[in-house]
């Protein structure tokens, strides 16, 4: 596995830990691969009771690395805009992935949480948050949508007003506001997070484990996830191919305002 994801295993507790931190963890495709690893390696580990993902350094994820977005050439060919629907069908697997473990997942957010940082974190069943964090789908400012479950999932968490205000601004909102709008479980100090996470997890762990899962099956099978993702796929491979999403790329490398012409 790829040193950019860190795995751990305490008592019954597997850890994941996102290891770029000089890139405030920005997420590239070998580190969403070892990711995707790191999960199947929790799913085949007997006796744990929870999965815990963090970050190294001063946040969590600042989200895709965009620089990856424009070298999607080199992953998938010179023909990658007449494949976006696969390349999107492959980042929602591995988040649907995270999603379907029966074990209890944690996300214990600080720093930056954002795009698909946050569309990780929304497929975990429980969000704790430092003191500060910031978090965002700031996609649309980049001319497409949050499409790895993240239009989805964020609908089913707070509702579509609150979905709309989030991904029709772009904008970052503290973990306070996200308490308050029911996208964090909890905020706590940073020093604390982990041991509130802990805390939690322990908490889970006194419930029967078949019971906890099951439990997990039933709500999550109450929203039709599947319909959503395939809508986010189709979406997003229209945008792919607009000139908005270049100047919007291009923009936000060159850090400058972009100049969106709706085409």
Do not use: Y
Request: proline content about 5%; some cysteine; hydrophobic content about 45%.
């Amino acid at each position: 596995m790829s040193d950019l994801i860190l795995t751990r295993r305490r008592d019954a507790l597997f850890e994941i830990i996102l290891n770029r931190p000089d890139k405030r963890n920005a997420i590239n495709m070998e580190m969403f691969r070892a990711f995707d690893a790191a999960v199947s390696q929790a799913n085949r580990t007997p006796g744990l009771r929870a999965v815990l993902i963090h970050g190294e350094g001063e946040s969590f994820s600042a989200g895709i690395d965009v620089s990856a977005l424009l070298g999607l050439a080199q992953s998938f060919g010179p023909h990658w805009p007449q494949r976006m629907r696969s390349i999107t069908d492959e980042f929602q697997g591995i988040l649907t992935r995270l999603e379907r473990l029966e074990l209890p997942t944690l996300a214990l957010l600080h720093g930056h949480c954002l795009g698909l940082a946050l569309e990780l974190a929304l497929a975990c069943d429980l969000r704790l948050a430092a003191e500060g964090t910031a978090l965002g789908l700031p996609e649309t400012r980049l001319g497409i949508i949050p499409d790895v479950g993240g239009t989805t999932r964020l609908t089913r968490l707070v509702g579509p007003a609150r979905a709309k205000e989030l991904i029709f601004t772009g904008r970052l909102i503290d973990a306070a506001s996200a308490e308050r709008w029911g996208i964090i479980n909890s905020v706590v100090p940073r020093e604390a997070l982990l041991e509130r996470a802990g805390e939690l997890a322990g908490e889970i762990a006194q419930s029967a484990p078949l019971a906890v899962g099951m439990a997990k099956r039933v709500i999550d099978g109450l929203a039709d996830i599947d319909r959503g993702l395939l809508l986010e796929g189709w979406a997003q491979s229209q945008l792919f191919a607009t000139e908005d999403f270049m100047e919007g790329a291009q923009a936000f490398m060159t850090r400058r305002p972009p100049q969106f012409k709706g085409r």
